[in-house]
Nanobody, 125 residues
Framework: QVQLVESGGGLVQAGGSRRLSCAAS?????????MGWFRQAPGKEREFVTA????????PYANSVKGRFTISRDNAKNMVYLQMNSLKPEDTAVYYC?????????????????WGQGTQVTVSS
């Protein structure tokens, strides 16, 4: 099994920054997994934010976060990060880390095999 644990959420003022972390563990976890970040605002469906393959390469972002958010990973530590800058109230959501047992980018929740419990990010205006 694979365990994903997010951290770094909290309350931040609009225009501020926050870095989320995701720690991956488990006997079957492989650094070759594709890692993604999703978010879910109250009353809305979970939506794709960004994803990254183990080797880096092209990293797609949702239009709503492009230019403000950056995904990165440390394969040696089995960590994935989401640096969020210029935060807006509409970024308020529970942020989820996800892992996909495939070496390809995916943007749908159904294409990911493992999920963390989520971390709340609240942006005040």
């Amino acid at each position: 099994q694979v365990q994903l644990v997010e951290s770094g959420g909290g309350l931040v003022q609009a225009g501020g920054s926050r870095r989320l972390s995701c720690a991956a563990s488990g006997r079957t976890f492989s650094s070759s997994y594709t890692m993604g970040w999703f978010r879910q605002a109250p009353g809305k469906e979970r939506e794709f934010v960004t994803a990254m393959m183990w080797s880096g390469g092209s990293t797609p972002y949702a239009n709503s976060v492009k230019g403000r958010f950056t995904i990165s990973r440390d394969n040696a530590k089995n960590m994935v990060y989401l640096q969020m800058n210029s935060l807006k109230p509409e970024d308020t959501a529970v942020y989820y880390c996800a892992a996909r047992r495939a070496y390809s980018i995916a943007t749908s929740t159904s294409q990911y095999d493992y999920w963390g419990q989520g971390t709340q990010v609240t942006v005040s205006s």
